[in-house]
């Protein structure tokens, strides 16, 4: 912006100038020609009396005398032919003057001042003197650097005074820049001091209101979603109660276990809703774990519903960069998508590999395939609430990886995880 208004003032300063100077260089021209030539006129009227009245001899004396002084061609035609003082030729201007007219014409070497002097006993003599061309510009060059000069001196001051401008409107420009890309960040503390115009102070007070309002906002909803989520510990105690009422210590202990991973989720869920800032550590977990935790935890749904499940796994630890409670997340919402758009029967495989620079999670099935747009937010066609898939992207996101869905081979649809290492050296 700074750039484009010093353009801007240079082109409109150069064009004003250019609009200023140019006539003002002609005007000294002529101005020089005209004090030249009424010069020359001056001292062609002082020869009139001489020329008029005087001999021949005295006329020869006063030419020379004049011409040595001024510096000028001077000739004083008589009316007999002789020509005193400089010889020169007659020209059209002098044969016009023998009639009687004076006048001031243009010559090869410049200008030519001939007057008409009247009164003489044998006729009518002419004055001729020459005005070289170097005396008609005479200081215009000096002048027109001058000029030149100072044109450049206004527009050098025309680009510092825009220059100066400039900054005071890309200074406060650049401020609202800066504190955009800090609440991009998730630094909501982050404000602009209001500068400059009142339109950009405008500007800035809308964005502190905006920032402010979100910052409430988001207030308001990490309340709402800790209140949800401490209402669901009372259901959670009472399922673990009627857990410990079942007879089979087996199945006791299994929903147990359940009862107890779904409120550590919970605890998580309501921790995290009450951070205002990300956590300091760096997140980490062991994929290996995880992964066989929760396929040995599905794998008793898959036998009640008939499904065959085809493990791969690599055998750990395998860290990745992503906390445990968000990656049992992921896998959950992963293998229980299988259960939500699969018919019973349906059987599946897990996969767990390393490969370059990352960890790779398959998980395929072959049902009917994914829908288009499954793996956008909120999106179902098996009436759940269409999250499982986000929160996968979200973890592989965290851990520098991504979410892939692709068909497979003899139909049915195939999830990838694929999650990057931790940033810490020693977590890794």
């Known amino acids: ?219 308001q909803e990490r309340e709402q979603v800790a209140d949800l989520s401490h209402q669901l510990r009372t259901p959670l105690t009472a399922l673990r109660l009627e857990a410990e009422s079942l007879r089979d210590p087996d199945d006791a202990a299994r929903i147990t276990a359940a009862a107890d991973g779904l409120e550590r989720a919970v605890t998580g869920l309501i921790r995290q809703a009450r951070w205002r800032h990300a956590p300091a550590q760096p997140a980490s977990s062991d994929v290996a774990a995880i992964v066989a935790d929760r396929v040995a935890f599905w794998s008793v749904l898959a036998e009640d519903t008939g499904r065959a499940v085809t493990l791969d796994l690599t055998p750990g630890p395998l860290p990745v960069g992503v906390a445990a409670d968000n990656l049992t997340a992921a896998v959950d919402a992963l293998l229980g998508n299988v259960f939500a758009h699969t018919p019973d029967g349906t059987p599946f495989a897990v996969r767990l590999a390393r490969e370059v620079g990352e960890v790779v999670l398959t998980v395929a099935d072959e049902g009917p395939g994914m829908p288009a747009g499954a793996i956008r937010r909120g999106a179902s066609a098996a009436g759940s609430t269409g999250l499982g898939l986000d929160i996968a992207r979200r973890a592989a996101q965290a851990a520098g990886g991504r979410l892939e869905l692709r068909a497979g081979p003899q139909g049915g649809a195939q999830v990838l995880l694929r999650l990057g290492p931790p940033t810490s050296p020693r977590d890794a």
């Open 1 to 219: 912006m700074r750039a484009r208004l010093a353009l801007l003032v240079a082109a409109v300063s150069v064009l004003t100038l250019i609009a200023f100077l140019v006539p003002l260089a002609l005007l000294v021209r002529t101005v020089a020609e005209d004090r030249a030539t009424v010069r020359a006129t001056a001292d062609a009227q002082s020869l009139v009396p001489v020329v008029g009245t005087a001999d021949a001899a005295t006329i020869r004396l006063t030419v020379e005398q004049l011409a040595a002084e001024s510096g000028r061609p001077v000739s004083v035609f008589l009316p007999d032919g002789t020509v005193l003082g400089a010889q020169t030729p007659r020209t059209p201007a002098v044969a016009l003057a023998a009639r009687g007219q004076s006048l001031t014409g243009e010559s090869a070497a410049g200008r030519e001042v001939v007057i008409a002097v009247q009164g003489r006993a044998d006729g009518t003599g002419v004055i001729r003197i020459a005005v070289p061309q170097h005396e008609l510009t005479a200081g215009v060059t000096r002048a027109w650097l001058v000029l030149a000069l100072l044109g450049v001196i206004l527009v050098l001051i025309g680009l510092l005074v825009a220059d100066r401008l400039a900054r005071t409107l890309v200074r406060p420009i650049s401020d609202l820049s800066a504190v955009s890309h800090r609440l991009a960040n998730a630094e909501l503390d982050a404000r602009v001091t209001p500068a400059g115009p009142p339109e950009l102070r405008e500007v800035a007070g809308a964005l502190n209101h905006l920032a402010t309002r979100i910052q409430v906002l988001l207030v």
